[in-house]
């Protein structure tokens, strides 16, 4: 089963990193906030790597 990554908006500061470094799986919401639109836009590692692992405030987590 894939893991599927979700912003915690709570904690989300808008940086804008998640989305300029994979604008294919991660965009802005009508708040301004990071959301995971598409979790198959790019591979798990990936996503780790270029949003989980580099997110300021350490709000991108793998659901459960």
């Known amino acids: 089963m894939a ?7 709570d904690v989300c500061i808008s940086c804008g990193l998640c ?3 994979l604008s294919a799986v991660f965009r802005f919401n009508e708040d301004g906030k990071a ?4 979790p198959e836009g790019a591979a798990e590692d990936e ?3 270029e ?3 580099a997110c300021p405030v350490s709000c991108i987590h793998w659901k459960e």
Do not use: L, M
């Open 3 to 9: 893991k599927i990554a979700y912003v915690d908006q």
């Open 19 to 21: 989305v300029n470094n």
């Open 47 to 49: 996503i780790q790597r």
């Open 51 to 53: 949003a989980i692992d």
């Open 35 to 38: 959301e995971c639109y598409n």
